[in-house]
């Protein structure tokens, strides 16, 4: 709508006053026409392709000399939109919609005389190229990871999902940063309540900031105070391509390279997309060896010092004689030796993490072999405790997911004060306690322990077998287990 008073200098005036003067903001005056009709577009340095702005923008708009000709253009308004040539304008907004569209990367044009603004898609700030995910490595299989970019990362979803069955929705959380998340998944493969669910939790979101994914997740996943993860996060397109099409619901989230995937289960953090890149029989054998590495790291300490304590008839004679010579002399308990070593390797792998990559593997290697073998001479650990703890470190790696693998650290702990109060007995009732906590748990509407409880013979086959391609006839369009 044209309006006299609606001068360019207020317009622009408005725009820098509601963005503090800053000094990354760039406002282009000039005329266009015979008539020289005022014209400014406004954008942030930084958050703008310089190329798109010039080619699409500025240079249409500087090089048209013909008359404003209001009987064949409607008004400028029209004619600037027409003038144009990036690939994706926004009209008829206010001031205060179009800096919104600024902060986001596009460049607006206010025109003398008229109360809305024109937003031009000029978004182009620097990501990070798409590279091997840092956080898996791949043996077999794509070798491309998700980056901070929301448009890339849909773009290798899309790549490996050619169909026009694939919704990509958006929304905003964080009431500050104001965070895109995005919401993909199959029209015909992910259950209608399941992606009402995923959107109502999101919009309940009350929050001034989202700077990673895990803030969503702690956020809408169930059972917030259980240590077991009941959203699926991971860094690779081909992991999410898969949930998707098995009729999950992937969340992807402006500036970090982890997506999130919906519902997720026990079994499906235990396995990886690696399994349908390597012959059949071998993946399953991985399979049975990462339920071995479970099961041993969440009780083998527990087993160490609830069977020396209470039951040491269980052991042969030979290797007792052997555990309890290689004790003489430590001065601490059993448990308090357990429990130091423990955290002693958890402290030398939060450094190696923390660590620069040039250093990170030095600590690993000096904590394990210098300051083991060290304690061991010095008699204040005995070599067994340093053998069971290094075994369950090594157990713990077999774990694909780095949020499970976390929780297993956690639970040992619980399992090694279970066995030093009740040794055999104590083991028994801390599995079962978890057991029936696992059993409670469910992720948006889907039990955590599915599909063994409630079993489903057939998802329950290809959970702990993977199928080969050859014998997998038909594909349920509901299915949330993988096989």
């Known amino acids: 709508m044209r309006a006299a008073e609606y001068r360019i200098e207020e317009l622009i005036g408005?725009?820098?006053?509601?963005?503090?003067?800053?000094?990354?903001?760039?406002?282009?005056?000039?005329?266009?026409?015979?008539?020289?009709?005022p014209v400014a577009a406004i954008w942030l340095n930084g958050m703008v392709d310089s190329q798109t702005l010039d080619e699409s923008v500025l240079s249409p708009l500087l090089s048209?000399?013909?008359?404003?000709?209001?009987?064949v253009h409607k008004n400028l308004y029209v004619l600037l939109r027409d003038l144009i040539t990036a690939k994706k304008i926004t009209h008829d907004l206010?001031?205060?919609?179009?800096?919104?569209?600024?902060?986001?990367?596009?460049?607006?044009?206010?025109?003398?005389?008229?109360?809305?603004?024109?937003?031009?898609?000029?978004?182009?700030?620097e990501t990070r190229s798409i590279e091997e995910p840092s956080s898996t490595v791949v043996v077999r299989g794509p070798r491309d990871g998700f980056v901070e970019s929301l448009e890339v990362n849909v773009s290798l979803i899309r790549r490996r999902i050619v169909n026009r069955k694939l919704r990509v929705e958006q929304l905003v959380v964080g009431s500050v940063t104001n965070t895109s998340v995005l919401i993909?998944?199959?029209?015909?493969?992910?259950?209608?309540?399941?992606?009402?669910?995923?959107?109502?939790?999101?919009?309940?979101?009350?929050?001034?900031?989202v700077l990673e994914s895990n803030y969503i997740e702690?956020?809408?996943?169930?059972?917030?105070?259980?240590?077991?993860?009941?959203?699926?996060?991971?860094?690779?397109?081909?992991?999410?391509?898969?949930?998707?099409?098995?009729?999950?619901?992937?969340?992807?989230?402006?500036?970090?390279?982890?997506?999130?995937?919906?519902?997720?289960?026990?079994?499906?953090?235990?396995?990886?997309?690696?399994?349908?890149?390597?012959a059949y029989p071998v993946a399953t054998f991985v399979r049975w060896i990462r339920f071995v590495g479970l099961f041993i790291a969440l009780v083998f300490p527990a087993l160490y010092v609830g069977?020396?304590?209470?039951?040491?008839?269980?052991?042969?004679p030979p290797l007792l004689s052997s555990i309890l010579s290689a004790r003489e002399g430590v001065p601490f308990p059993l448990l308090i030796e357990a429990l130091l070593m423990e955290?002693?390797?958890?402290?030398?792998?939060?450094?190696?993490?923390?660590?620069?990559?040039?250093?990170?593997?030095a600590i690993s290697i000096v904590g394990a072999l210098v300051i083991g073998e060290s304690a061991v001479r010095a008699g204040i650990i005995s070599s067994p405790t340093v053998i069971v703890v290094a075994g369950t470190a090594i157990s713990t790696f077999i774990i694909p997911s780095v949020d499970l693998s976390g929780t297993l650290r956690l639970l040992r702990f619980f399992m090694l004060l279970c066995a030093s109060i009740a040794g055999l007995y104590g083991i028994l009732i801390g599995l079962i306690l978890i057991g029936l906590h696992l059993t409670s748990l469910y992720s948006f509407g889907t039990p955590y322990l599915s599909p063994i409880a409630p079993y489903n013979r057939h998802e329950a086959l290809k959970t702990l077998i993977r199928v080969p391609w050859w014998a997998l006839r038909t594909r349920t369009r509901k299915k949330h287990n993988r096989g």
């Open 14 to 37: 408005k725009v820098t006053s509601e963005l503090g003067h800053s000094v990354d903001l760039s406002v282009r005056q000039f005329t266009i026409g015979v008539q020289q009709a």
């Open 218 to 278: 702690e956020l809408i996943r169930d059972n917030r105070y259980s240590l077991f993860p009941t959203v699926y996060s991971t860094e690779r397109p081909d992991d999410v391509a898969e949930g998707i099409v098995a009729g999950r619901v992937a969340i992807l989230v402006s500036g970090t390279p982890f997506a999130l995937l919906v519902p997720c289960t026990l079994f499906l953090l235990m396995k990886s997309p690696e399994d349908y890149y390597i």
């Open 184 to 209: 993909v998944y199959l029209e015909d493969r992910a259950p209608v309540k399941l992606v009402g669910e995923v959107h109502s939790r999101i919009n309940r979101i009350n929050i001034d900031s």
């Open 343 to 361: 955290l002693t390797f958890e402290g030398l792998r939060e450094a190696g993490i923390r660590m620069p990559r040039a250093v990170g593997s």
């Open 94 to 125: 206010t001031i205060d919609q179009a800096i919104e569209y600024v902060l986001a990367g596009n460049t607006i044009i206010v025109m003398d005389g008229y109360e809305h603004c024109i937003a031009v898609e000029t978004i182009g700030y």
């Open 307 to 316: 069977v020396l304590l209470f039951h040491p008839e269980m052991i042969p």
């Open 64 to 71: 048209y000399n013909r008359s404003v000709n209001l009987s």
